[in-house]
């Protein structure tokens, strides 16, 4: 997709952060949005800043009926749907055994299925006029990297990656491409969205996703991170790319290689013990 004029766009978290500015670079490269967000107070605000070239609808990304009114939203205004931003999430961390039940399904139900929804709703949709589209499903470096205080985060965004590794193989022949987003810190409000985990109902001001103690490692690092709209312009470019992955972080490479290391030397000793017993048996 070389091309983003007249094309139309769904982007949910779309009230702020990654979503808004993806939806800001969608719109400077002549292309129109359909914000989706359960923020209403703030896609009113995303509506006054991105004008005609943008619509809105309140949507619980959760919730399976919920996207899909707004996949019929999105068709009553603007007739038909070439880009699908699966973008919202919150975060949440916490030791084993000490994240409740409700927590976690909270979590997966947005960072997880809330993609799922996204695609199982659009994809029709994408399919339907044959001129191709493109799916954003936004994970994280999370995603491929684990944090032993961030076990739900990091257990749906490598959900994320899996699912949307698969997707990529399955749509190629619909001229769909997927690709998925995994930045590392990135100025947005994510860090404190824990607030809002059931758990929390009384709001007690914990972050709910730390990899120290008290969250303001995290809170620290996002107050620093790279501007939203500086990812929006390279993810959009990778959109254009057909890139697998949206990487933003090049500091984070040695990780992903010490990562891999690890599953290279694990697999070895498999090859290993598998030749010895070979040997030892004929």
Not at 100 to 114: A, F, P, R, T, Y
Not at 132 to 160: D, Q, W
Not at 187 to 201: D, E, F, V
Request: charged share 15%; net charge negative.
């Amino acid at each position: 997709m070389q091309d983003l004029t007249d094309k139309i766009a769904f982007v949910t978290g779309g009230a702020g952060g990654i979503g808004l500015a993806i939806a800001r670079e969608i719109i400077s490269q002549g292309g129109r949005v359909m914000l989706a967000d359960i923020d209403e107070a703030g896609l009113a605000v995303a509506k006054a800043e991105l004008g005609q070239a943008s619509e809105t609808v309140v949507c619980n990304v959760a919730k399976s009926a919920s996207i899909e009114q707004a996949a019929q939203a999105t068709i009553d205004a603007f007739g038909k749907v070439h880009i699908v931003v699966n973008n919202a999430g919150v975060g949440l961390g916490g030791l084993p055994g000490e994240v409740s039940k409700e927590d976690w399904q909270w979590v997966v139900d947005i960072n997880l299925m809330g993609v799922v929804w996204g695609v199982e709703a659009f994809l029709p949709l994408l399919k339907s006029h044959g001129e191709g589209g493109h799916i954003i499903n936004t994970a994280s470096m999370a995603g491929h990297l684990a944090n032993e205080r961030m076990g739900p985060y990091c257990a749906t965004k490598f959900a994320v990656v899996g699912y949307s590794e698969s997707l990529r193989q399955a749509l190629e022949p619909d001229n769909i491409g997927v690709s998925i987003l995994c930045p590392g810190w990135v100025k947005t409000a994510i860090g404190t969205s824990g607030q809002r985990r059931p758990s929390n109902q009384a709001g007690n001001g914990s972050t709910g996703i730390a990899p120290d103690a008290d969250g303001t490692e995290v809170v620290d690092l996002l107050a620093n991170g790279m501007p939203p709209e500086v990812l929006a312009q390279w993810a959009i470019q990778c959109v254009k790319d057909n890139r697998q992955y949206i990487f933003s972080h090049a500091m984070m490479e040695p990780f992903i290689d010490l990562r891999y290391q690890s599953v290279k030397a694990d697999y070895a000793a498999a090859v290993a013990n598998e030749t010895l017993t070979r040997n030892q048996t004929s």
